[in-house]
């Protein structure tokens, strides 16, 4: 268990709809990524935050957006959802020990989008 | 930009044989290198990593990566695979320690057979 949590495991919605992906970070981890996981697309990093602030940000979609909030969780806000967003997003906390950062993955949720 | 090539989508090997996944990169200036597992339904976790120094490095579960830069390669191996080691097998590249904006490789995909 890395101590990530992400809910929910399944999500299974409709195109044009929008859904929010929830991750609580190991306790203590300020950072957040955020990655999409497809058959086409591979494994892609899209948007990282550390301490509420966005930090940085990959391959991520107008239609997407994520937010950090004070206790550190994080949700990913998926709007006019397409056939092609059905992946599996994967949240990530960090550790840094000096200039060396760890990643710890949750589970995932599996979006499908029909 | 930097980029990753596992040139192997899927590797079968019996249980107790060795095993070497492959992986090459293209980054114009030192990189930073991670190799990830990841198992059914499960997040990725952190095999190993190189950031500089000895080029063979040692890692968890019995694996280990040797960087060879004239090459341009990080190749993972491990002298005798367990059943318990099927699982997809991400490579990955930084350009910097910190590993959440790496980019990924597609995957090798191992089966063991008994």
């Known amino acids: 268990d890395s101590g990530v949590t992400q809910t929910p495991k399944h999500l299974i919605t409709a195109t044009g709809q929008r859904v929010t992906l929830r991750c609580s970070p190991r306790?203590?981890?300020?950072?957040v990524y955020w990655y999409q996981q497809s058959l086409d697309q591979g494994l892609q990093f899209l948007i990282q935050y550390y301490n509420g602030e966005e930090r940085a940000k990959g391959n991520i979609l107008e239609r997407f957006s994520a937010q950090q909030f004070p206790d550190l969780h994080s949700e990913l806000n998926l709007s006019s959802l397409e056939l092609g967003d059905s992946a599996l997003y994967f949240c990530a906390s960090s550790v840094t020990t000096g200039s060396n950062e760890k990643l710890f993955f949750g589970s995932g949720t599996q979006l499908s989008v029909l | 930009a930097q980029s990753v090539t596992q040139p192997d989508i899927h590797i079968t090997v019996s249980e107790g044989a060795s095993l070497e996944l492959r992986c090459n990169y293209s980054y114009g200036a030192t990189p930073y290198l991670f190799w990830y597992v990841q198992s059914p339904g499960q997040g990725l976790q952190l095999l190993l990593k190189y950031f500089s120094g000895d080029t063979l490095v040692q890692g968890i579960k019995g694996f280990e990566a040797e960087f060879k830069r004239s090459q341009s390669s990080f190749n993972l191996r491990k002298p005798s695979v367990h059943w318990s080691d099927a699982a997809e097998y991400f490579c990955?590249?930084?350009?910097?320690?910190?590993?959440?904006?790496?980019?990924f490789g597609d995957g090798t995909t191992l089966t063991v057979k008994p």
């Open positions: 990955a590249v930084a350009y910097n320690t910190n590993a959440g904006k790496s980019t």
């Open positions: 306790s203590g981890d300020l950072s």
